[in-house]
């Protein structure tokens, strides 16, 4: 066991994390982390469920006459930098010089599709005028101009995008003014999240961020209001430093700063399971910061959002009954039995083949156990050969079967057989999640209490030249629920529009017609 000083322990009370965890953080560096075992993709019929247009209707409407009577909440992980989108035009300001190549020498040097496809798009960005207005009547060249441009968009002395938040960037030109996915979350949220109240929403940022996106909030306020016909209740929160993680050495020892401190790393998204144990709503929808759409999509986007709200509801009725029944142990066999099936077919839960042999009383702690769970019903796409997570049944190390979305970076890549399953899945995530976090008596369930802390990341990083190694927690949509009851629905390809380069901002739901 490593020791850790008088001095480290003071650190670890000024960060407000346990001794224990952070020992058990460094057992796990020794142990690894085990990859998944995948039994098979989840499929249609088979894990996935795709529903006919009338069954969306039903959804639908039974979303729109119980939902409004339900708490509703959109969470929204929102604190991704907008660096990483501008990466391409970033490497171009430093490697391309105007006075010794012109620009299409620099393409035929470069072969940067990336740059390419932004000037030859350029006209369509949101930002396009307010950038062409800020450099006009400074360009030397043609070729000076497009530096100019990237230069001008970027940098601390321009607009500062690559600085910015992603969620506070301009995503869409609505002509008159320009829009940013802060903002069309709102209006999306008016859309299917709303009750007699308003909208609720809550956003996860970087604290030295809070006061751009309240700033923004007070300068839209009028206008989504107007537009959408309801006032909205914002909250914010920061990843919490107690959720970072300890760096070791490849020796698996505390890495430390030159000054003698202990280093802690950012825990990844799947610290933000604390920020969202604290939320309290009957119902709460997930989506990532930069998933939005313009307005020509937004309903089908908001139906879609119902469907998979009148889902959970539906689900979570049934759900709530059994479990009642079954804390009141007022159960006849054949419910008992009914029980069970539910939570086969319903619910995706899969039973030891020993449980036919339990006494009564052990079939209904089993029960008990695995029906008393949050529910999440996760939108999926189709496949198109987007980089990430998808749909898949996964055996744990008890011998468990569950449904799992699962990165490549969980699965053993030097498996063939795992690496099959892997690839030819049908589907995949696009972070579109609805949530029930609560009992049948309206208590919230300790979302921490569902996590599988064995599906984190290690990663190998470098701290001022020196190797050390990471730990990233379970994501919050992967290990972060693994032991929650979980729901997988296709839904429309529109519902994924994420903005991951700058040239994302091309494709069609991101243009205003």
């Known amino acids: 066991m490593n020791n850790l000083s008088e001095y480290d322990l003071g650190q670890l009370v000024k960060k407000g994390v346990p001794e224990r965890k952070v020992l058990d953080q460094i057992e796990t560096f020794k142990e690894g982390i085990p990859f998944v075992d995948l039994e098979?993709?989840?499929?249609?019929?088979?894990?996935?469920?795709?529903?006919?247009?009338?069954?969306?209707?039903?959804?639908?409407?039974?979303?729109?006459?119980?939902?409004?009577?339900?708490?509703?909440?959109?969470?929204?992980?929102?604190?991704?930098?907008?660096?990483?989108?501008?990466?391409?035009?970033?490497h171009f300001l430093k490697t391309y010089d105007f006075e010794k190549e012109g620009f299409d020498a620099y393409l035929e040097r470069t072969k940067d599709l990336e740059v390419k496809g932004f000037f030859d798009g350029l006209e369509k960005f949101p930002f396009y005028r307010e950038v062409q207005a800020r450099i006009a009547n400074k360009a030397l060249s043609e070729d000076h101009g497009k530096f100019l441009f990237v230069r001008e968009m970027l940098l601390e002395d321009g607009l500062n995008f690559g600085d910015h938040?992603?969620?506070?960037?301009?995503?869409?030109?609505?002509?008159?003014?320009?829009?940013?996915?802060?903002?069309?979350?709102?209006?999306?949220a008016a859309l299917y999240a709303r009750t007699d109240q308003g909208a609720k929403l809550h956003f996860t940022i970087s604290e030295q961020h809070s006061a751009l996106f309240k700033l923004q909030f007070e300068s839209i306020r009028e206008r989504v209001v107007a537009a959408m016909g309801a006032e909205f209740d914002i909250s914010y929160s920061f990843q919490k430093s107690s959720t970072d993680t300890i760096a070791v050495t490849l020796e698996n020892e505390p890495f430390r700063n030159p000054d003698g401190s202990l280093l802690f790393r950012p825990g990844g998204h799947g610290a933000l399971i604390e920020n969202l144990n604290e939320q309290d709503a009957?119902?709460?929808?997930?989506?990532?910061?930069?998933?939005?759409v313009v307005p020509q999509f937004a309903n089908a986007m908001a139906d879609s959002k119902k469907v998979l709200g009148g889902l959970l509801l539906r689900i979570q009725s049934r759900a709530f009954e059994y479990a009642k029944m079954l804390d009141l142990r007022d159960i006849t066999a054949e419910e008992l039995q009914g029980a069970k099936r539910f939570l086969e077919e319903e619910l995706n839960a899969r039973f030891s083949e020993r449980f036919s042999s339990f006494s009564i009383a052990e079939q209904i702690e089993v029960l008990k156990d695995k029906i008393n769970r949050p529910i999440r019903v996760c939108g999926m796409v189709k496949n198109e050969g987007e980089p990430g997570g998808g749909p898949f049944w996964t055996k744990d190390r008890s011998d468990h079967v569950s449904l799992q979305i699962i990165e490549s970076a969980q699965v053993d890549m030097s498996n063939a057989e795992q690496v099959d399953i892997f690839k030819n899945s049908t589907h995949f995530n696009p972070v579109d999640l609805v949530c029930g976090i609560k009992s049948y008596e309206g208590k919230k369930y300790n979302l921490l209490n569902f996590v599988d802390f064995k599906q984190g990341f290690i990663t190998q990083k470098t701290?001022?030249?020196?190797?050390?190694?990471?730990?990233?927690?379970p994501g919050l949509w992967n290990g972060a629920m693994a032991h929650w009851n979980t729901?997988?629905?296709?839904?429309?390809?529109?519902?994924?529009?994420?903005?991951?380069?700058?040239?994302?901002?091309?494709?069609?739901?991101?243009?205003?017609?």
């Open 40 to 90: 098979k993709a989840a499929t249609v019929s088979d894990g996935i469920l795709k529903f006919s247009e009338e069954e969306e209707k039903q959804l639908i409407a039974e979303y729109d006459k119980q939902g409004k009577t339900r708490s509703l909440l959109k969470f929204v992980p929102a604190s991704g930098a907008a660096s990483r989108m501008f990466k391409a035009l970033f």
């Open 165 to 188: 938040p992603k969620g506070l960037l301009p995503f869409h030109d609505y002509g008159d003014y320009r829009v940013t996915p802060f903002e069309e979350h709102l209006k999306e």
């Open 463 to 473: 701290k001022e030249g020196k190797n050390l190694k990471a730990l990233e927690l």
């Open 487 to 513: 729901i997988f629905v296709e839904v429309p390809l529109i519902t994924f529009n994420p903005v991951k380069t700058v040239n994302d901002l091309l494709k069609p739901a991101h243009q205003v017609k």
């Open 282 to 292: 009957d119902i709460i929808f997930i989506k990532n910061i930069d998933n939005v």
